[in-house]
């Protein structure tokens, strides 16, 4: 893969602490499968204190990178954690690492029957640095895990961007974000490092549930569970999906993300507005999907396959294809998406398709054919998909489009530019630092630029206002270009 190098210097302490607590774990007896008990030090032997981990199968390690404006968020989670375990005796191993922007350092610990129980300690971190990442979940997997193992990255989700901004940093430095490719190869390192595995990964960040996202993220764990829309406060209601891992306490990895799923929409869903469109907020358009990662190549062949059939129809589909884009959008203003539009990739597909047969446009078998394929993989790449009624258009992964008022202004731009292409934003998507595998083994960018230098030769615009696109601006336009 192409991905930036993994840095290792911002988190030397906490690496010193983690080593002890590893070296400790490692040749102390009976220290792989127990509960910490409260105010241990590095080199101290790990003891069990409770026998439930012959009944509890899994172990849930979660990294909240809340060195941000998301500690409110990461504090929720914790309470329910806590209020989640209280009381039950078999519930599944949780430790947690909590980097908070309110106060300096970082602390690791249990959440043991409602209450917390602290193993370590460290002086501030960078947790934006994977190696951090890396290290926590290093021990977590050497020392706390059971049958299976789900990693839960809570931060503040900056789509195709990254995850787990840290505001905590020198004043010179513009911002510190992991990468989702420097995440992957955290993962997968400390995976390597312990010789165990990784069953789930969970990333509970806003927006995440991109094609981009995923693609990174194919070797980091063979599930992926995460949302194409904004997290409410609330975050993912663990209380419920904890009680149905007690209830079965074998369950698998597929069943696992099919229940946070489903736990995750009914929570928001019997939240929402109750009919009442003038009270819409981020909880009427809560989502969440579950990824089999192995069929993420699969998924991107078949999205460059459509690509290389569709880019030749260009000239007769360039104004088919917004009308397909606003339909695949999700949120549909920035209040609720609060960045980039959100365009669904699958939605996005199937409505040119669809449009174009509305509209009478003649297209070919092979781009029928290419979109039937992308379907087949898709049942595949889809363990489970939940969404509100108001996200109609979701189908369960997002793509990258330029932020649609800028959509149709490309002046000055072009592949052979001097200057690196924008499509209007300050956000570059093939970014070289991000070095999104994504963007190398697709042609979807330069599909971007040959519908949008077509669009902009053929239509103007003036100030803010997109340029009047047949079958959406005004009803004359529309019936002359034989909408219905």
Known sequence: MSRSKVLASSSRTLQLIIGGLLAASLVGSGCDAGYLEGGQTAGENIRTTQASDAVASWSLLYYLAADNGEEPYADVTLDRLKAATAGLSDHPRIL????????????????????????????????????????????????????????????????????????????????????????????????????????????????????????????????????????????????????????????????????????????????????????????????????????????????????????????????????????????????????????????????????????????????????????AMYSDLLIAEAHTAKLQSATGMGIWFPPSWTAWNVDDYSLTSPNPPKFGTTIHYDDPVLALDWVSETQWVDFLFEWFDRAADSQSGSGDEEPPKPGKKDEDSKAANGAP
């Open 96 to 375: 947690v690492m909590f980097d908070r922007l309110s106060v300096p350092g970082t602390e690791i610990f249990e959440v043991v029957g409602g209450a917390v129980v602290p193993v370590s300690s460290a002086a501030e971190q960078e947790t934006s640095d994977p190696k951090a990442l890396q290290d926590f979940v290093t021990l977590g997997l050497a020392s706390y895990a059971l049958d299976k193992v789900a990693v839960i990255f809570k931060s503040e989700g900056l789509e195709w961007r990254g995850i787990g901004r840290d505001n905590t940093h020198e004043p010179e430095v513009d911002d510190m974000l992991m990468s989702t490719g420097d995440a992957a190869t955290a993962l997968v390192a400390a995976q390597n490092a312990v010789g165990k595995n990784i069953d789930l990964l969970v990333l509970e960040g806003s927006q995440m549930a991109f094609a981009e996202v995923l693609y990174e993220m194919r070797s980091a764990a063979p599930i992926l569970v995460t949302t194409q829309m904004r997290l409410y406060d609330d975050g993912i209601p663990w209380k419920p999906i904890l009680g149905a891992m007690v209830a079965a306490p074998g369950m698998d990895g597929r069943a696992l993300a099919s229940t946070i799923v489903a736990e995750h929409v009914a929570f928001y869903d019997e939240q929402g507005n109750k009919g009442n469109p003038s009270s819409d907020d981020f909880v009427n358009f809560a989502s969440m999907v579950a990824y089999d990662t192995a069929h993420a190549g699969a998924m991107k062949s078949a999205f460059a396959a459509w690509l290389a059939v569709i880019r030749p129809l260009l000239a007769d589909l360039w104004n088919i294809m917004p009308h397909a884009r606003d339909r695949a959008e999700l949120g549909g203003q920035v209040a609720i998406t609060n960045a980039d539009f959100q365009t669904d990739l699958y939605r996005f597909m199937t409505e040119t398709v669809r449009l174009a047969d509305e509209f009478e446009v003649a297209i070919p078998q092979p781009l029928r054919d290419a979109t039937d394929a992308f379907a």
